[in-house]
């Protein structure tokens, strides 16, 4: 069956994670995606190799964060310092249906290879450039990586335990979240065009994209001045919601009570009906008040069980549950 985007076909200048990510998804569905790489400048990600892979048997393959990023594209190596470098990339724009680049905003402007300039070439180019944080503004030719970002963005701000510092999801977030936002939003573009015939430019700033993230954060300080407090694994909707430890070397489940009926369906399936009929427990404030007791008792059932089939025993009780998996 064809893929939706066969015939589409993309120059990919991005790099390491959040623009590599935004033209994987189109060289899912089906996209001609040819990746440009500088014989001067590597990918980064290419020299992040895992310590234990040896890689004796497909040693191109060893640095696997570059691999998943970049599957069935193409690739030319092509220096844009050089006049017939740009030459060739321009030849290739004039063939294309999509460019994407994360250079910081000076870089394609000083290559003359910015939307303005490409748009004489194609003028029904799409155009993607996905930064830090924008084309313009007085922060828009800093450096940013997802470790940065993530913070910059809020995101961190209301992410760890009471009492504690602000922390990373440990997955830099933003990238990939950037690249589905990206990837959507080329979509979008080509579905403009099909329309229209008129090309677009976008510009994605990760900062931004990862706004609606902290959407309900931002409502509460608008609504109430009141800034989030950081909870941990707990959440405001749910009580009691955490990940408790269960049998085994360093097993997990995570357990989340979204209403009466669930608290009332997990008291019944680990056996602990006394926990329903306690009036501290009775609702979702009393829950909430009562988290820590919660917890320990809780613990005290998980520590005995599999992750595994405590999952599904919770889960066919209609329990929202789920195991920590690892590799």
């Given at each position: ?30 996209a ?43 690739e ?7 006049e ?8 290739i ?22 939307y ?37 963005s ?7 335990y ?16 950037s ?5 959507g ?5 080509l ?33 109430n ?48 009906t ?46 929202i549950?789920?195991?920590?998996l690892?590799?």
């Amino acid at each position: 069956m064809p893929k939706p985007l066969e015939g589409v076909r993309v120059m990919d200048l991005t790099q390491v994670f959040a623009g590599p990510a935004c033209t994987r998804i189109l060289a899912d569905l089906g996209a001609d995606v040819i990746r440009m790489e500088s014989p001067n400048r590597l990918d980064i990600t290419r020299n992040l190799i895992h310590v234990d892979n040896d890689g004796q048997e497909f040693p191109w393959e060893r640095a696997l964060y570059f691999t998943i990023r970049n599957a069935g594209k193409r690739e030319i190596v092509v220096d844009l310092a050089q006049e017939r470098g740009r030459e060739m990339l321009r030849d290739i724009v004039a063939q294309s249906d999509v460019v994407a680049e994360s250079f910081t905003p000076r870089v394609m402007r000083a290559f003359e290879l910015d939307y303005d300039h490409l748009k004489q070439i194609k003028p029904d180019i799409i155009m993607i450039s996905l930064s830090g944080y924008g084309q313009d503004g007085p922060m828009s030719d800093w450096s940013a990586y997802g470790m940065g970002l993530e913070p910059a963005s809020g995101v961190s701000q209301i992410t760890g335990y009471k009492d504690g510092p602000p922390m990373r999801s440990g997955l830099s977030f933003t990238d990939p979240y950037s690249g589905f936002i990206g990837a959507g939003a080329v979509l979008s573009a080509l579905h403009h065009k099909r329309r229209t015939g008129q090309g677009q430019y976008i510009d994605l700033s990760e900062q931004e994209a990862a706004i609606p993230l902290i959407g309900a954060a931002l409502m509460d300080y608008a609504m109430n001045q009141r800034l989030p407090e950081r909870i941990g694994d707990r959440s405001p909707w749910a009580a009691p919601q955490g990940c408790y430890r269960c049998a085994g070397d360093d097993n997990w489940i995570v357990i989340s009570i979204e209403s009466d009926q669930d608290w009332a369906a997990f008291c019944d399936a680990t056996g602990h009906t006394d926990w329903a009929a306690d009036d501290r427990f009775s609702s979702l404030e009393g829950r909430q008040q009562h988290h820590d007791q919660l917890d320990t008792l809780i613990t005290g059932w998980t520590k005995d069980q599999d992750h595994y089939q405590a999952f599904h025993h919770l889960q066919k009780a209609g329990v929202i549950a789920a195991p920590v998996l690892s590799g």
